[in-house]
């Protein structure tokens, strides 16, 4: 057997190299080749530390740094070389750093495991990324700002049950999702702080003899220090927070979506959107699809079941490290990936889309007025419940006529109610009906320009994050 032909990592215990089935299903380098920036950075503080601590000489933390900052400029250039026989994206950054130093690359990994290496990448990993959602999603954030800025007059129905229920302004709707957003945000900002602790330190997972400071590489990665060292190789955590952060926000993604299919249905007729972003069909030529609504919709599905895959590959893991925590790393990137792709899209999306006031409006009206005249007769004095009742009469009358509300003439309305006899037409009027709502956070023009104002302030008060600092 040749020495070569065994790990470089553990091969010194074996007698012989992996079987080549085992190496492929072992091997995480197809996948956290990516880590490769993240795993350099906390080689680096790591290098620095055993410098400043004495555990090497000065001049080999030295050498060490020059040499993994070599190894970055591959990678970053495409020319490092991945291959399988390299484990992981660890070993082959190490493989690499000794090919570039020579021997005191084999002094890197004293005090430290791969344990609390990988654990550290992921956690820069998850911060760098929720930074980046983060700043995609302000973007998309700004633009439903922007579209309910321009379009404050058009009026459509708001829907319980998807049955028309009473006539909203549309950068009210609009806004109600930038709400959702909103909260999305607070989300994404747990996991950056749950994500902003070094594991590094816990070596294995009880520790090491060597005098390493976890606070020194902390500092140097602008985190905090682990409290316990079996914990920090343990725990998944911050991994856990973003997927949920992830999941949410694609279920809100989702639900914006669907609403968008229907709106630029026929049916609805609400919306079209820019050319830029629909496709076409194979064989249909007069088609054109909302894809990426629908993808935005369809992409739920898995940002959900990665948040699961998660939880349910840690539910049965005793403290310490296990190989099964491998399998965290193709869900969170699958998340974030995901994640990124659409928030690319919707920004543009929403901005270059145009409405179809008239079509909006038309369904806006009708029966949709009727709570509008229970409303004005409670607010003359008449139980709601009573009023309710007589509306609801009035609205079953005019179905059977095939009459609309809006067109009845005041004896019909007055015969329904002697009250009905003073009510101002202009309240069955789409228009009318939303500028007669008086609570706040409601519907009418000036509580959506209020709504307006807020969500501003939020956008103006809210920097972006910038993606992790680059390795110094
Ligand atoms: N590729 C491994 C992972 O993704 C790195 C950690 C390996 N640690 C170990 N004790 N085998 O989790």
Not at 31 to 58: N, Q, T
Not at 104 to 111: C, E, I, P, S
Not at 139 to 157: F, K, Y
Not at 393 to 406: F, H, I, K, P, Y
């Amino acid at each position: 057997m040749n020495e070569r032909d065994k790990s470089p990592l553990w091969g010194g215990r074996f007698a012989a190299s992996p079987a080549e089935a085992f190496e492929q299903l072992n091997a995480s380098i197809p996948f956290d080749a990516r880590l490769a920036p993240y795993d350099i950075r906390g080689s680096i503080a790591h290098a620095r530390m055993l410098g400043e601590k004495g555990i090497v000489s000065r001049e080999e933390a030295e050498e060490l740094v020059r040499g993994l900052r070599a190894v970055l400029e591959e990678v970053e250039a495409g020319s490092f070389e991945w291959t399988l026989a390299d484990e992981d994206v660890h070993t082959a950054v190490e493989r690499r750093l000794r090919g570039i130093v020579g021997d005191v690359a084999l002094k890197l990994h004293t005090g430290r495991s791969r344990n609390d290496q990988v654990a550290l990448d992921l956690h820069l990993f998850v911060r760098g990324a929720a930074g980046e959602i983060r700043a995609g999603l302000l973007e998309a954030m700004r633009a439903l700002a922007e579209v309910a800025g321009r379009h404050g007059d058009l009026i459509l129905p708001g829907y319980t049950h998807l049955q028309r229920a009473q006539p909203i302004l549309l950068s009210h709707h609009l806004l109600a999702h930038f709400w959702s957003f909103a909260r999305d945000l607070v989300r994404l900002d747990a996991a950056h702080e749950s994500a902003s602790v070094s594991p590094l330190g816990a070596a294995a997972l009880g520790g090491t003899p060597h005098p390493v400071e976890p606070a020194l590489t902390a500092e140097a990665l602008e985190m905090r220090p682990l409290v316990n060292s079996l914990d920090a190789v343990s725990e998944r955590d911050f991994a856990l927070d973003l997927l949920y952060a992830c999941a949410v926000l694609g279920v809100h993604l989702s639900r914006l979506g669907e609403e968008w299919v229907l709106w630029t249905s026929a049916e609805f007729g609400f919306a079209t959107l820019d050319d830029a972003y629909s496709s076409g069909s194979s064989i249909m030529p007069q088609k054109k699809n909302p894809d990426a609504y629908e993808l935005m919709r369809g992409k739920a599905g898995r940002l959900i079941g990665n948040l699961n895959a998660l939880l349910v590959t840690l539910k049965g893991l005793p403290l310490g490290y296990s190989k099964d925590l491998q399998e965290d790393k193709e869900p969170l990137f699958d998340s974030v990936d995901s994640v990124l792709a659409v928030l690319a899209v919707l920004p543009e999306m929403l901005r270059t889309a145009s409405f179809d006031g008239a079509s909006m409006r038309e369904a806006a009206g009708g029966f949709a007025l009727a709570t509008e005249l229970a409303d004005f007769l409670a607010g003359r004095g008449v139980p709601f419940r009573e009023a309710h009742r007589a509306v609801g009469e009035l609205v079953r009358r005019c179905e059977e006529a095939g009459s609309s509300l809006e067109d009845l003439p005041a004896e019909e309305l007055s015969a329904v109610h002697p009250t009905l006899a003073d009510l101002p037409r202009e309240l069955l009027t789409p228009v009318g009906s939303v500028a007669n709502k008086k609570s706040p956070g409601s519907t009418s023009p000036g509580s959506v320009e209020e709504q307006l104002r807020k969500a501003r302030e939020l956008l103006s008060s809210s920097t972006a994050r910038g993606p992790e600092p680059p390795v110094r």
